[in-house]
């Protein structure tokens, strides 16, 4: 009989669903927080179920000897160490969508208690002020809301804004036209969302592409009073920028349950009036919590008990006999959804994934899934393989695949195609007979680049001098070419470059090649 062990307050009902599938179970909800009994205990239980007090590190994973799973009740997994735990093999699940209502619900009772300036007017009244002239407030009713990120919570948020008659409109780059006609939604660039919003809430994961997306420039764009939530992820928003704002009076009001650095103690921002602040409550309800409680020890007890994976943040659902003949080609697929996914700027319509000779008589759901939390990584961050494929149903990306037997020159080929609101572009890749992967193909140009983890991607037009223009460039910012990789269409058509580099470019570099003569396009490529 497999044994669990309960590091954290979990629900009565959730240590019950472990006893009722058959895992044996100690509930030890505060050994968590003592790490000497924690790390002397770990070594003797098959799978381990979190909240965020247990600090999974790679000590603790190094003295579970027995440990075949983590299961965490909630999102965040930022207290286990992900790349210690798959190296030693240990499966890690989250429940990444039981906190989904509860948060959506917090944002739309933050932008109530901002509109009507609730928790000031509470403490004026207390303390028997009955300023009832000094709390004006604003109606929400045919407010324009504006949505930073539709994704799940998102969605969940703009449903009932619209009930609320507001008009929402929404920017996220992964927002087909036809999700968004679903969700009854404006789709819109961000510059045009700041500029019509009455109230501005963010619900998108914390990436560079986001990190400050509300920065003092952004906040400038904004129309004059509007109001600002944050339920999602601190970082989002530029502190300082935000003061600057709240304090000139550009920005009437912020309702803020996250910030950068948590706990927040001594913020700026809590000197403000018109600033409401909660301690990153938006997970914060019984039901929630119950919620994740329960999804975790179902997941934990089918995977102990049946090997079934759900929701893994480190793994694809393999077998273990599948294991070694199709890991090679699910690590690549995820690279060339990632090339795809990092060179693709605007929203994604469709994946086309194309599987022929030794791939297409594997089992290629892992290799789907795989492929397609590649494409999808660069912009939403928080994504695995195992909730990528339900994210990119969620926003109305059409997915389809195509299996063939060998008709090239290849034994075995993937061909991933990427459709955009304004192109289409495909990549190809193999593996060679050393187990490494290899771009064979990009938008129809035949190449053969090995991935590298830092690499340098160029389009340029097919004239003379421009390789030689291109690495007295690299030599002259420091950047040095561990491999350089040609290809193009026709003589005087496309050319591409890919270039294996050492350590990563700036965005200074980038910018000066780009702007050499000829260049199409050049992007920073990481794997």
Not at 144 to 167: E, T, Y
Request: proline residues 4%; aromatic residues 4%.
């Amino acid at each position: 009989m497999p044994k669990v062990l309960v590091s954290d307050k979990l629900s009565p009902t959730a240590v019950q669903i472990f006893k009722d599938n058959g895992v044996e179970v100690d509930y030890l909800p505060d050994l968590g927080k003592d790490k000497e009994k924690f790390l002397e205990a770990i070594g003797q239980y098959d799978g381990l179920a979190i909240r965020s007090a247990s600090k999974v590190t790679e000590k603790i994973i190094a003295a579970a000897t027995n440990l075949k799973v983590i299961g965490r009740a909630g999102i965040g997994v930022d207290n286990v160490d992900i790349p210690a735990a798959t190296k030693k093999g240990i499966i890690v699940m989250n429940t990444p969508f039981g906190n989904s209502i509860t948060t959506a619900e917090h944002a739309i009772a933050m932008m109530f208690a901002l509109a009507r300036q609730l928790p000031e007017a509470d403490a004026s009244t207390r303390a028997s002020k009955w300023e009832k002239n000094r709390f004006m407030g604003v109606e929400v009713t045919n407010k324009v809301l504006g949505l930073i990120g539709a994704g799940n919570i998102g969605s969940i948020v703009a449903d009932r804004a619209i009930g609320l008659r507001m008009k929402v409109i929404a920017f996220d780059p992964f927002l087909t036209p036809e999700r968004a006609q679903t969700l009854g939604v404006e789709k819109v660039e961000l510059d045009d969302l700041l500029a019509r919003a009455d109230f501005i809430t963010l619900h998108t994961p914390l990436i560079d592409a986001t990190r400050n997306i509300l920065n003092a420039e952004n906040l400038a764009k904004t129309k004059k009073g509007v109001r600002i939530i944050n339920c999602a992820r601190g970082g989002l928003i530029d502190e300082e920028a935000l003061y600057n704002a709240l304090k000139s009076g550009h920005v009437a009001g912020a309702a803020l349950d996250v910030f950068l650095v948590e706990p927040a103690e001594n913020n700026p921002l809590f000197d403000l009036p018109n600033v409401i602040c909660t301690p990153h409550l938006g997970a914060s309800t019984t039901e929630a919590q119950e919620n994740v409680a329960l999804q975790v020890a179902e997941q934990i007890s089918a995977y102990l008990m049946t090997g079934e994976i759900t929701n893994a943040l480190n793994f694809p659902s393999i077998s273990a006999e599948e294991a070694p003949i199709i890991t090679p080609w699910v690590k690549l697929a995820e690279a060339l959804g990632s090339f795809a996914g990092q060179l693709t700027e605007t929203g994604i319509k469709g994946i086309q994934i194309e599987f022929e000779g030794t791939p297409a008589g594997l089992n290629i759901r892992p290799m789907v899934a795989a492929a397609i939390n590649g494409v999808l990584k660069p912009s939403l961050g928080d994504i695995n393989m195992v909730s990528a494929p339900q994210i990119a149903k969620d926003r109305g990306i059409t997915v389809e695949t195509t299996t063939r037997d060998q008709q090239g020159a290849y034994e075995g080929y993937i061909r991933l195609t990427v459709t955009t609101e304004r192109q289409t572009r495909g990549v190809a890749g193999t593996i060679f007979a050393n187990g490494k992967s290899r771009i064979i193909q990009v938008k129809d140009i035949n190449m053969e680049a090995e991935l590298s983890p830092s690499m340098l991607y160029v389009t340029n037009e097919d004239k003379p001098g421009h390789i030689g223009r291109l690495g007295t460039l690299l030599g002259t910012l420091g950047i040095n070419i561990a491999n350089f990789n040609l290809g193009r269409a026709e003589v005087g058509g496309d050319a591409i470059a890919l270039v294996s580099i050492d350590g990563t470019l700036t965005d200074e570099q980038l910018g000066k090649i780009a702007a050499l003569e000829g260049v199409k396009q050049a992007k920073a490529v990481r794997f």
